[in-house]
T-cell receptor, first 116, second 116 residues
Framework: EAGVTQFPSHSVIEKGQTVTLRCDPI?????LYWYRRVMGKEIKFLLH??????QDESGMPNNRFLAERTGGTYSTLKVQPAELEDSGVYFC?????WGSGTDTQYFGPGTRLTVL | AQTVTQSQPEMSVQEAETVTLSCTYD???????LFWYKQPPSRQMILVIR??????QNATENRFSVNFQKAAKSFSLKISDSQLGDAAMYFC?????????????FGTGTRLQVFP
């Protein structure tokens, strides 16, 4: 079974540019989460999808961040325009819905975003 | 709001020895889950061990065990017979118990070095 995959693994962009991160969850996982770790700090929650619906987006920093999950499969996280403080590692995780299987969140390898 | 604190940014241990990583948390909830995740260098984060708050018995997974002290809100990870492959960032995480899996709240992590 394929794990959670993320693309790209690294992205270096200039301030003001746009970047789109992609996450492909494990097949069958209706829960999809985005997290971010800024250098040296804790991993912070950004948002949570249940299928294609946003269950909780309380962690989204501001309206420069837009997350989508069309069709309830893969998800994208767009940052537009990027700022220096957006640099960090963006993790995606997925899990089964409650009662559908283990509720363990499985993480992708992350996308390292550097904004210059 | 719930918080997780890992007060040891770095730890080191010699191969075959035992090491304990500390984690404390704060919550007003009575039912929740606690986790230790491991992220080896340049690799995906994986679940090491989990503990349900309602269980008094400490969780164990092979060489990994926890010391869960609910009243003290402490959740330490003990790694016995340390191996070179245990070298990684270790993150302590908390999650409320809910019918639809909630977000994880992480600590800042502890980098574990293992020396031969």
């Amino acid at each position: 079974e394929a794990g959670v995959t993320q693309f790209p693994s690294h992205s270096v962009i200039e301030k003001g540019q746009t970047v789109t991160l992609r996450c492909d969850p494990i097949s069958g996982h209706d829960n999809l989460y985005w997290y971010r770790r800024v250098m040296g700090k804790e991993i912070k929650f950004l948002l949570h999808f249940v299928k294609e619906s946003k269950q909780d987006e309380s962690g989204m920093p501001n309206n420069r961040f837009l997350a989508e999950r069309t069709g309830g499969t893969y998800s994208t996280l767009k940052v537009q325009p990027a700022e220096l403080e957006d640099s960090g590692v963006y993790f995606c995780a997925s899990s089964y819905l409650w009662g559908s299987g283990t509720d363990t969140q499985y993480f992708g390898p992350g996308t390292r975003l550097t904004v210059l | 709001a719930q918080t997780v604190t890992q007060s040891q940014p770095e730890m080191s241990v010699q191969e075959a020895e035992t090491v304990t990583l500390s984690c404390t948390y704060d919550t007003s909830e009575s039912d929740y889950y606690l986790f230790w995740y491991k992220q080896p260098p340049s690799r995906q984060m994986i679940l090491v061990i989990r503990q349900e708050a309602y269980k008094q018995q400490n969780a164990t997974e092979n060489r990994f065990s926890v010391n869960f002290q609910k009243a003290a809100k402490s959740f330490s990870l003990k790694i016995s017979d340390s191996q070179l492959g245990d070298a990684a960032m270790y993150f302590c995480a908390y999650r409320r118990a809910s019918y639809n899996t909630d977000k994880l709240i992480f600590g800042t992590g502890t980098r574990l070095q293992v020396f031969p």
